[in-house]
């Protein structure tokens, strides 16, 4: 069993749909969550950031986390085609090389 | 946020050569940097982590002596793929971790085809 379990997608939704982005993981220890955009031939891009668990809003992008069922999600509301791309969920332990550990990836396309 | 640069954005060398690839955070001091490798539609592949001032830390399964990588400044990390070959054509991603948010910040990565 991986640490972190993604769904590979595709997901293909209409402009303007509400999209949700789903991560589990088994290690209890993580405290640090995040969801990173990647565009195709580029590098990841940080959207959110959450320490322990809550709730966390910026513009469309909602992320949360459940700790106790040890699964985060990413909601996007107002879907846009720019909104096309891998998102990838990635957390760390506290301490150490705040090593990440990335989920597989999700590709998301928005169709107009 | 943090922004992190590449250079190149894109190499053809030919087999046998060798490449150094330079990561750079531009706006804060990166203490700790990373780097990983990405194959088309797979996820990120953490290849080390690399401190200022020490030797870099492999994951199991990394070769040191191929992928040779130096972390001289608070700024600056260079990654170099010795004696390429073929089979080490990959995208090939930094990141600069940036203590107050003990979050990573990536660079646009750098495509390197091995004829």
């Known amino acids: 069993q991986k640490e972190v379990e993604q769904d590979p997608g595709p997901l293909s939704v209409p402009e303007g749909a509400i999209v949700s982005l789903n991560c589990t993981y088994s290690n209890s220890a993580f405290q640090y969550f995040m969801w990173y955009r990647q565009y195709s031939r580029k590098g990841p891009e940080l959207l959110m950031y959450t320490y322990s668990s809550g709730n966390k809003e910026d513009g469309r992008f909602t992320a949360q986390v459940d700790k106790s069922s040890k699964y985060i999600s990413l909601f996007i509301r107002d879907s846009q085609p720019s909104d096309s791309a891998t998102y990838l969920c990635?957390?760390?332990?506290?301490?150490?090389?705040?090593?990440?550990?990335f989920g597989a990836g999700t590709r998301l396309a928005v169709h107009p | 946020g943090a922004v992190v640069s590449q250079h190149p954005s894109w190499v053809i060398c030919k087999s046998g050569t060798s490449v150094k690839i330079e990561c750079r955070s531009l706006d804060f001091q990166a203490t700790t940097m990373f780097w990983y490798r990405q194959f088309p539609k797979q996820s990120l592949m953490l290849m080390a982590t690399?401190?200022?001032?020490?030797?870099?830390?492999?994951e199991q399964g990394v070769e040191k002596d191929k992928f040779l990588i130096n972390h001289a400044s608070l700024t600056l990390s260079t990654l170099t793929v010795t004696s390429a070959h073929p089979e080490d054509s990959s995208f090939y991603i930094c990141s600069a971790r940036d203590p107050p948010a003990d979050t990573q910040y990536f660079g646009p990565g750098t495509r390197l085809t091995v004829l």
């Open positions: 990635a957390m760390s332990v506290p301490g150490g090389y705040n090593k990440l550990i």
């Open positions: 690399s401190n200022e001032g020490s030797k870099a830390t492999y």
